[in-house]
Each structure stands twice: as C-alpha cells, then as structure tokens.
C-alpha cells in the first residue's frame, strides 16, 4: 500500500504505462516486450517487474490507459441509452490508436492463455454498463423477459465492430440510429421479432 501512495511509484507506473501504450500503438502487442519498455519509459526493469509480474498484467495496462472506462448514466429511455452507447463506440472505432490495438489485444490472447484470461475480464468491464441497462430494462418490461442480457449485448456491438474491423466501414450517426430502432424492434415484448428470429438473444435456459 506504500508503495502505491509514493508519488515516485506513481510516476514510474505511469511512465511505464505510457510507454506499453505507445508500443502497442506503434508495432502492435507482439511488439511490447518488458526489455523495451523498461527503455522506453526510463526504468530500470527491477522497478518495472516489481510493479508489473508479468508482460500479460502491462498489456492489460496498455490497453486500459489506450481505453479508459467511463461511467455511463442508466437513466432515461433505453433506446437513448444504446444511442449514445452506440455514437461513443462509433468515435472510438475511429480513434486510430484504440483501433489498432484491439485486433493487437485479439491476436495475442489468440497466442496467450494468460491474456485471454485477462482480455475476457478487460472486456467484460467494458460491456458492464450495456448488460446492466439490459438487465433493467427486462425488469422493468422493456424488452421481453426470455432476453439474456449478455447476448443482447454481444448482438448490439457485433455490428459496429464487423463494420470497422471486416467490411472497413465507418457508421453514421443516420446509420447509428437505424441500428438502434431495429435492434429495439427485435427485442420488445412480443411474440416474433422485426427480423422473424429472436434466437439470438434468448437466454439459452
């Protein structure tokens, strides 16, 4: 706990991260290794061990300092709500530093059972606030009540991330809101979906 109030820690840490960010920005996460950012940042590698045990823990930094969690409000309508869920994961999909390091985060937990592990948390705490707006709104009737929330979100995101990473297409704010409205239409109490399937996001039990 010292250690984490020293403000020389602090800056180390910092610093170290910096660093771990730059290179994942630059050459990708094959491309960070301990060695090089421990130069990079100004460290001696005892101080970046012994803030970081392992290469997997400071990737998982990187990337947290290229895409730090915001709070999201769960208020309001829920179509508001994914809206601007949507419009904030558009803007960064074009952030060219974060775009560049999810496919690099992606490729190594392909490669590392231990950035796998740590990716999975890093992107749960992402998708946190959209589960949670979805587990309220199936409280309050909102959407139908078979939905699972964790598949509601993976079939929100899926195609903003498809569009950016596969068909390489930027989404509009028109196209944002087509989007939301027939993702909505899909998931509101009823007997069958816009779209004719709601497999998709049913809970499986």
């Not at 840490?13 to 094959?30: H, Y």
């Amino acid at each position: 706990m010292a250690d984490r109030l020293d403000p020389r820690v602090a800056r180390s840490r910092a610093a170290i991260v910096q660093a771990a960010a730059e290179l994942v920005r630059d050459a990708g996460a094959i491309g960070v290794t301990m060695e090089g950012v421990a130069e990079r940042a100004g460290v001696a590698k005892t101080t970046l061990y012994r803030l970081f045990s392992t290469r997997a823990e400071l990737l998982v930094a990187a990337f947290d300092h290229i895409n730090p969690c915001v709070g999201e409000s769960a208020g309001g309508s829920l179509h508001d709500f994914l809206h601007e869920h949507a419009r904030n994961l558009v803007a960064k999909l074009e952030d060219q530093p974060w775009a560049k390091a999810v496919p690099a985060l992606i490729d190594e937990a392909e490669r590392s059972a231990e950035v796998d592990s740590i990716a999975r948390d890093h992107a749960a705490r992402r998708r946190a606030a959209l589960v949670a707006r979805f587990e309220l709104a199936v409280a309050e009737g909102e959407i139908a009540p078979d939905i699972d929330p964790e598949l509601a979100a993976s079939r929100f995101l899926g195609p903003l991330f498809y569009r950016r990473f596969f068909t390489r297409q930027s989404t509009s704010p028109a196209e944002v809101e087509t989007l939301v409205t027939a993702f909505l239409d899909g998931i509101r109490p009823g007997p069958t979906s816009a779209s004719g399937s709601d497999e998709p996001v049913r809970s499986p039990h």
